[in-house]
Every structure is written in structure tokens, then in C-alpha cells.
């Protein structure tokens, strides 16, 4: 046999829901069986959705994996399904992050994660132990053709062991590596160098499967794709989308490439062997594969856009959620933030309230009309004023000859918060949070204010990405929802007379360089100045240090604020860890 | 030389603080030699504080910890300093947790932390690298005498390989095992008896140096003690505060138990030798040291106490806060918390306040003001009735024709969360919440509302502990502030009119034990009714799902929550990490 047809089934799991992810694995499996595929490749952990985070220290949801798999090994005949799961070995009480190969009714292959990730977003080594690659190598014998699979990680680690070229270098003709990766600006690009770099190097096909969907902080964007002997890409898929990505290959592609004195196998190798008696040959229609000529690229703002898109509506769905609420200031983070909400489950369950106060300007109602009436949301309009004046009354005396400060000015956020979240508790709505990575790493926002909500969805967007963001979606439509005027006015809390951002915080494209510096380069603000001094409006001294003072001072907030979507390198989250009580500020 | 004076120095560095800590660890090196001590141990990374969390991925934290270093290198002559600080491996890109034995200007002595734990609260894999104990062993060697030094759960992990055993069987006689090993209920007694079978199983000398002090989630206890290579506990430390526990011992005990055949060494053992010629004999009197007979303990509730004490000053002043603000209701919780406020930073930094509306009883205004009275702290009396008013107006006609539900209750906790959060931004008040572990559990505790604020001390003590610990500190004193009735009347939220904990919630025994089962035993709610079933009063199949469901459903609102103590194995925070958006239910 030279001739293989293989799968990776791009699909979105959901954590904690075995029996759903069950089947929807099988029927992904029977829908590869319709096509004839010999092969089917499914996510990492596929069973348990992935992260699982604690569940996996819960004895029971362990076992209920492992019935999940037994249930979908007894069901299918005639094809191997190459399924993450997680596995359980009681006498030396481990866990492993695993793959299982079933074919006809058997566990036929096994093979268990040696690269444990336990940095950023990860914290695997909390839960699994590392796989015995040193001891055994287990290669799957596919009538005669030789296959390495293995898991996420194990791909990116230079090692050693280098994961592949063990593999390879025993025999093994196609990787089958697969994945629960998450997006972030740029990861896509560096999959694909990274396996087409490997199958050059190793003179293999790599079949690289990643899951797809959002679950709490993090979108998992798909991307699953075909790497050829020479290091090119044969197909892709569609990131951000359910998908079943079929492709045949010849394995003499390979065979002829390497010299014989490449391969050799030693007596380590394990070969898990499926024989066919009665395979029929592949049927030749092709389905989802796409030239090698015509690989699908997505701009790096429509990646952002769409990864957005599906964490918003998997989380509202996930946590079993029909209709969002959220405050519409008339400002362009609320403009963005119900467009992105709009888009994701449609108008009619987004509804928008505009809560103004005595410092509201005029065009902020106005243009949040403007935006719902162009969406089709509903607006409600709740003016705050009466409970305004009934918190100055019940503050009077205390705060009587003491100077104005944020006191008052977060008082009124404070009444939105208390408005909206009666307005959920009421109606079963879910909040969603306005806040971009801006004002979250200056702690430029109000907690239990417009801090208060269940999801932050652009908590990880700098405010100059905002604007990038909003002009993009006006740009592509369907309509231009945004108003010009949200785009052009300058940004404010519109907490007191007159306020403007730009009188406590530098221009956003300083800020926004400074956040990444700091957050995301981990730089301290001597080299931060280094690099200010190479730009045209570089920040001062003085501008950098309190900055990046007031990101130290604001942990204490971020650590209260819902989760929203993991974009860039670093996200507030899981992704960074930092002291609350802690006096190192530089 | 048999004799040798050794000092374990507890002392209580915070993160961030280098310069803070290195003076810290100066002034103990200087007591130390006040009593001609030969070697003084100071806890695991001491020149940064712990859990440094996140800045360790910081190259100036790391470089700032090196200088820290050096400063104190060059400052002592004649005395071994052992300090716990972060090695850097420049070439490999790698950080170890390592201690280095100061001496005479030298860095005499370098062990790299084998065992990193990453498990409840610890990341520490996220980090550090694991030392090489496999490629070479190191030892000191002080005037002739053989020591193994070690961090922490080099201690606890049975290996292999057993780091104890490894260093004892090439030739130490004294194990040194530094420590920031957090407080939970149990520990103590745990570490004692570990410490006492290793040192006698190894027929070595062991002092166990641990650090004092609250860090966020994390309360440090101390507890630093020797064991001698009988397994007795010679001498140990007042828990929960500074101390220089200085002790003499001779290694005779050690050479006399030991027959010939049990020591040996192997060329992988490399020995830091150190060498004093002028050194005087030591002085013989004996400071801080406990006879063999008389060893500290302290009961449970007394420890727990003590805890909530040490962790909420530490939280305060390390947050740079000096006052705290307590939403004072007349029930229980906030009574203790106002006590544990008033005991940790003392009545003048303590302010009440009190804010009735319509549903309040006479009594819960007259226990506040009664609490406050006995304790001498001031109380603010304002009612919300005003605001209270306002918002039914402003929801009036949004909320025409629905049921009232919680919408409306949750309301009067927002209006005082609002107006705490007022104060507390007005004056820089730091906000204590009032919310134990049972409401947290269960969700039943409004969000921004009576969740509002930045540190929620009882968060890990379920209900039925806070009377516990409420009694207890009546009756030792001094005074009896709790009064009778609040210790007396059932508990109730009063959001409604004749409201009662138990009219939504099952009687606090059963709900406590339910909590302890599903959170900090891991048992799944089948398992949980077998147990219940044993029970005189066990709760029933519905209202153990009811209950486990109700833990599940609540993540979003604990993610939001303030830090607490840890007190239990398993607390809400960094301890338990759980998907919010997920469908497992059991």
C-alpha cells in the first residue's frame, strides 16, 4: 500500500461534556467514513475538551474519559481514529495527556505526550506526567506505511529528544501531530514554518490537527493543514471553523526522497501493525482538499476580528447563555464591543443599555442610538441621575470638606454597574465588559463599575487596536455601524466636566507601546526608555515610570476582572502571574 | 571540632522588596554573630520573597536578587550565612531556586533546589529548573563537620532519588532544609513528623528553617525547630512570628549512633570546605533556646487565629495601606472580621460601617454598634434607604410585570458596595470583605456587592469554623466583644423581608461538610452521599447535587472575588483552578 487517505477533524469540543464531545467525535468519524478515509485525526484531549484545568485532579471525570473512549471504540468499523484522551495508569497513580489509535472494536496504538508545556497559559506539568519515549518508541504500522504521532508540544521543543526526528529517523513516513493551540497574533504563521521546516528536515508528510472554538480566556482557532516531504504546504483549513480536512497522499513521495542509509529502526521501536483484509481501494472523490497553489491566508486583523467572534459566542453558550447585555456609553470600546456581539449571535440577543449621567455629552446619547439603530439592537435608555443625587445625599456629611477625587467620579460607574447587573439578574442576560488592555494595564477603569460584567471580550486589545478593529469592521460590513463621530471624538470617561483621557494617561500609541514593552517583552523601564528614544514621539522618562508604576499598583484590579479573550503574547489571565502585595517597581 | 552553634533565622521578607529583605537578612546575620553563632539558615528565597510569581520572569528582578546577594557577601566576616536566592544560568537560559553559603566575603557553598512543586499553590515548574543532585553532590564541609543542605520539598518528595538519604549516606551529619512552606490546617504537625522520622531513619542532626509572614493567598508560619538524629524534637520556634532560633549541638550524638559501614562517600561528592583559623570558641549563652522537654505547641483554633492575624496585617501594610474599612451588618461574619481587623492593626486603624435599609432588624444596628463599642472602633451609620428609593425608580418601568427575584435583593448589597468603595477611594481606606467559605462555595454572596473590596480574610473558613473562632476569641480576650446575640441568631443576608440563610442553603454542618468532600477531598457527589449516609443528620442525594452544582455554576463569581487565606488544603484561588464556562456537573 503507498496510497493513504487521511483527516484531521477540526472540531470544537466543550469542557466537561463528555458525552457531547463523544458524539461529536463519532460523527466526525462517520462522516470520514463517508468519505473512505483510512485515517482520522482528532485534537488533543479531544474527550475531556481542553483545558480541563482541575477537573483532571477529579478521579470521576477521569473514568468518564476513559468510558467515552470505550464507548466510540465499539462503534465504528474499517478506520482508524487517532483520538486525544486522557489516560490513567491506577498503580503508579499518573496521568498522561495520550492519543488512542481504534480500529475495530481495539485500542490499537498509544502514544502518551513527552513535552509537558507549564509556562504562559499552561499547566500541564500540574497534571500529567511525561510519556516514556526514552524507554520505547511506538510507531503505527498502516498496512506497511510507517506513522509517528504525537502531541502539541512535542512538535515545538527542540529537546532533546527532538520528537520527529526520533520518529523519523526509526521509520516513520507521515507525523500526526495533534493539538489544543491556541490563537495569538502571529502563532498561525510560526505553526506553519515550523512544520514546514520539520518535514523538509525529516523528509516526511506532517499532518498537523488542532481543535477549534473558545473556552473561557482562550479561542482556539483550528488552522489544521498537510505538510509535504519538501517542506510545502499541501492544504489548509479555515481557522475558526468546525472542519474535516481530507487529503490523500503517496507515501512513495517520501521513499524516494530519503536514501536508504536515512532510515533505520533498533530494537526500541514498538510497530502497533493494522491490517485490512478487506479494505476496498479509496474512493477517488475528493472532498475539502484544496490545491497546493491555493492555500488560504487570513489577514492578520481578520484573524483578530474572528477569533473575537467565536470566544464570544462559545463563552456565552458554553456557560449556557442566550442574550448579552451591555452598556453603550457612545464611545468606540461599547461601539466595537456590540458590533463584535452582533456579529457573533445576532442582533436580536444583544441588548444594549445607555445609562447617561448629568456629565454626558449630548452626542454620546446620540451616537449610541445611531449604533443600535444601524445593528437593529434594542437600546434601553436609564439616566442615573436620581440615584446620583441619592448617593451625594447619603455621602454628604462624611465627605463634607474633603476635595473631590475619583470617590465621586467612580460613583457613577458604580451605579451603571449596580443598573446593569439587575438588569441580568432580572432578565438572565450576560454582561459583557467593555474594557480594552489599555485602560485594563492602567487600571484606567472603575472596578465594580464598567469593570463589572461576565466577559471581558477585548480585555487583551490595545485601544489603538480598538480603532484599527472598529474601522476594519465598518470597512467589510454588512453596513458601517460605527459612526464616524465615535471614530473621530476624542476618548473619555465622561466621569466629570470636560474629562478627557488625554488628561491622565499620554497619547494611546506611547501607552500602547509602553504595554507592550513592559507586559508582553517583559522590559524594565530603563530599557523601555532605550527604545522610546528611537521614536518619533517617544515617551519621557517620567511618562514610562508611571506607567509602568500604575500597571504594578492596578493588579489588584485585574485580578477581580472577568476573563476576556487571549490575543497577544500576553494576556491578563492565566498568562501572567503576578504579586499582589509586592514592592518591586521598576 | 564537634561542637557547632547554628541559628535558624524566621524571619518575614516580602516579595519585591530586595533591598528590604537584604537589609532584613543583614540585621539577623549581625544578631547571629552577637551570639558567636557559627552557621545562621535563612528561608528559601529570601533575597526575593516567595512566591515572587511572575517577576521571575523578569531579567532585573533576577539581577536586582544577584546584587542583593553580593551586597551581603562582602559584609560578614566569620559566620556562614545560608540564603535562599534565585541562580541564573545565563548560557542555558535557566533559573534555579538555589540557597549559596556566604562566608568571608566568598560565595563558599551553592545548592540548586532538586524537587520543585507544582501542585495546590505552587507553579514553581513555571520556572525554575530542577538542580543536578544526579551528576554530583554537594556538601559542606564546616571545620571537619559534613552538612546537607536542601530546600523545602526536597524534604517531602519520597524520590527517588530521597535527597536526605542521598546526602546523609555520603557522609552529612547535619541536614539544613529551608523552607517558605505556606500555613494549612494539619501542617505543622505533618512537618514535625516528617522531620523527626528522617533525621532518625538517617541518624543525622536536622534543622528545619522555615519563613514567617503573609503573602496575598499565602500566610507563612515558621515554625523552625531541630530534630536530633534520635528523632526527638530538641527545639522549636513561636509560630507566626520573627525568631532566631539559635541552638548548640555536637556531633558526637550523630558519630556514636552511626556504625562504620553506614557512611561512606563517592567521588561525586564535591566538598565546600570552610576553614577558621581565628575562630573564638563559642560563648555559652544560650539565647532563644528551648529545652528538649518543653516544646511550643499551639491548638488548632489558636493557629488558624493566629494565621488570619499575621496574614491580614502582612496584606494590609504590605499593600501600603494603613486603615481598613469593614461593612459592619450585625451578623456573624462581619463581627469576626471586624475583631481579626481590630486584633492584627488595633482599633484606630479599624472603621465600621453600618448600612441598614429597610429590611435591617433593630438589633443587627444595635449588635454593630455594640461590637464597635466594646472594640473602641469607630462606626458610620448610613442607611441606603435613599439610593434604595432611586434605583426602584429607575428600574420601575423596565422591570413592570416580572417577578421579583433576586434582581431586587442584590440591589441593597450593590448600594453598599458603592458606598464602601466610596469611602475607601475618598480616605484610602483598604476594604476588608466579610465572605467565608461557604457563601463563596455556594454563591451565596452577592457579586460587587458584599464581594466588594480588597481582601477577604475568612474566604477559606466555612460558617460553622466562624463561630468556632468567633468563641474562641471571646473567651480568650481580651474583653468578650462578639456579643451574645450575633453568636445566637440565625444567620440571615436580610434582602428580604424575613429572610433566612436556611431557607435557600442546608443547615451549616451538613452544607460544611458537603464543601470539604466536593472541594478539598475531590469526591464526586455519589461518593459524597455514601458518607453522608453514616451521618446522624446527612444530607440527602438532592441536596448534595444541589449543593455540588451550586459550587460548579459559581466559579465566574470566585474569579472575581478578592484574595482570602488560605487555611484549609484547598482554597478558592490560586489552590483550585477550574474552567468557568463548563458543563461537568457531578
Redesign the interface.
Known amino acids: 500500500m503507498k496510497n493513504l487517505r487521511i483527516a484531521a477533524a477540526q472540531i470544537n469540543t ?5 458525552n ?1 464531545n463523544v458524539d461529536l467525535i463519532s460523527k466526525y468519524i462517520k462522516k470520514s467514513q463517508d468519505y473512505n478515509v483510512n485515517i482520522v485525526a482528532f485534537p488533543e484531549l479531544s474527550i475531556t ?1 481542553y ?5 483532571l ?5 477521569i473514568n468518564a474519559n476513559i468510558q467515552g473512549l470505550e464507548k466510540i471504540k465499539n462503534k465504528f468499523r474499517n478506520i482508524l481514529s487517532l483520538i486525544g484522551f486522557v489516560e490513567k495508569d491506577d498503580q503508579n497513580n499518573k496521568i498522561y495527556n495520550s492519543v488512542a489509535g481504534l480500529f475495530n472494536g481495539n485500542i490499537n496504538f498509544k502514544y502518551q505526550k513527552f513535552f509537558l508545556p ?2 504562559g497559559v499552561f ?1 500541564e ?2 497534571y500529567f506526567s511525561s510519556g516514556k519515549i526514552h524507554e520505547e518508541i511506538h510507531l503505527l504500522d498502516y498496512m506497511g506505511i510507517k506513522i509517528g504521532v504525537n502531541i502539541c508540544e512535542d512538535l515545538w521543543e527542540k529537546g532533546p529528544p527532538d520528537i520527529i526526528k526520533t520518529q523519523t529517523q526509526n521509520g516513520a513516513e507521515l507525523i500526526i501531530n495533534i493539538n489544543s493551540s491556541p490563537f495569538e497574533i502571529g502563532k498561525n504563521e510560526k505553526r506553519i514554518e515550523l512544520l514546514t521546516s520539520k518535514s523538509k528536515e525529516n523528509k516526511c508528510f506532517s499532518l498537523y490537527v488542532n481543535q477549534v472554538g ?3 480566556e482562550l479561542v482556539f482557532d483550528g488552522g489544521s493543514m498537510l505538510s509535504s516531504p519538501n517542506g510545502d504546504i499541501i492544504a489548509n483549513t479555515k481557522q475558526f471553523e468546525e472542519n474535516l480536512l481530507i487529503l490523500d497522499i503517496n507515501i512513495e513521495e517520501v521513499r524516494k526522497l530519503r536514501k536508504k542509509n536515512e532510515q533505520y529502526s533498533n530494537n526500541k521501536v514498538i510497530s502497533w501493525k493494522i491490517q485490512l483484509p478487506n479494505q476496498e481501494p479509496y474512493n477517488q472523490k475528493k472532498i475539502g482538499i484544496i490545491p497546493s497553489k491555493n492555500i488560504l491566508k487570513t489577514e492578520k486583523i481578520e484573524t483578530i476580528y474572528k477569533a473575537l467572534l467565536l470566544g464570544t459566542r ?2 456565552i453558550h ?2 449556557g447563555f442566550e442574550k448579552v447585555l451591555i452598556a453603550i456609553s457612545g464611545g468606540i470600546d461599547s461601539a466595537l464591543v456590540t458590533v463584535i456581539a452582533n456579529d457573533s449571535i445576532g442582533n436580536k440577543n444583544v441588548i444594549g443599555v445607555n445609562m447617561p449621567s448629568r456629565y454626558s455629552s449630548e452626542s454620546s446619547i446620540s451616537d449610541s442610538e445611531i449604533l443600535c439603530r444601524r445593528l437593529g439592537v434594542n437600546l ?1 435608555n ?3 441621575e ?2 446620583h ?3 451625594e ?3 454628604q456629611r ?2 463634607e470638606n ?1 476635595n473631590k ?4 467620579e ?2 457613577q460607574s ?2 451603571r ?3 446593569i ?3 441580568a ?2 432578565f438572565n442576560y450576560l454582561v459583557m465588559v467593555t474594557g480594552n488592555k489599555s485602560e485594563m494595564a492602567t487600571g484606567y477603569a472603575t ?2 463599575g464598567d469593570m ?1 460584567g ?1 466577559f471581558a471580550v477585548i480585555k487583551d486589545i490595545p485601544k489603538s487596536m480598538v480603532y484599527e478593529l472598529s474601522k476594519y469592521r465598518n470597512h467589510i460590513g454588512p453596513g458601517s455601524p460605527i459612526p464616524e463621530t465615535i471614530l473621530q471624538k476624542e476618548p473619555s470617561a465622561e466621569l466629570k466636566a470636560n474629562q478627557l483621557d488625554s488628561d491622565s494617561l499620554p497619547p494611546y500609541d506611547q501607552l500602547d507601546r509602553i504595554i507592550e514593552y513592559y507586559i508582553e517583552k ?1 522590559m ?1 523601564s ?2 523601555i526608555l532605550e527604545k522610546e528614544k528611537t521614536e518619533l514621539n517617544g515617551a519621557s522618562k517620567e511618562t514610562i515610570e508611571r506607567i509602568t508604576k500604575s500597571i504594578d499598583k492596578n493588579e ?1 484590579k485585574r ?5 476576556g479573550i487571549k490575543i497577544t503574547s500576553t494576556s491578563f489571565g ?1 498568562d ?11
Not at 466543550?14 to 463528555?18: K, P, R, S
Not at 485532579?57 to 471525570?61: A, G, K, V
Not at 485580578?559 to 476573563?563: D, G, N, Y
Not at 501572567?576 to 521598576?586: D, F, G, H, L, V
Open positions: 466543550t469542557v466537561g461534556d463528555i457531547g475538551g483545558p480541563p484545568e482541575d477537573l485532579l477529579n478521579d470521576e471525570y507549564n509556562y499547566d506539568k500540574r473558545g473556552q473561557d462559545d463563552y458554553k456557560s434601553l436609564l439616566p442615573i436620581p440615584a443625587i441619592s448617593f445625599k447619603i455621602l462624611t465627605f474633603t477625587n475619583v470617590a465621586e467612580n460613583i458604580r451605579i454597574g449596580t443598573i447587573m439587575a438588569l439578574n432580572k472596578l465594580y463589572a461576565a517583559k524594565g530603563n530599557l489588584y485580578r477581580q476582572s472577568p476573563p492565566k501572567r502571574r503576578m504579586p499582589i502585595a509586592s514592592k518591586w517597581n521598576r
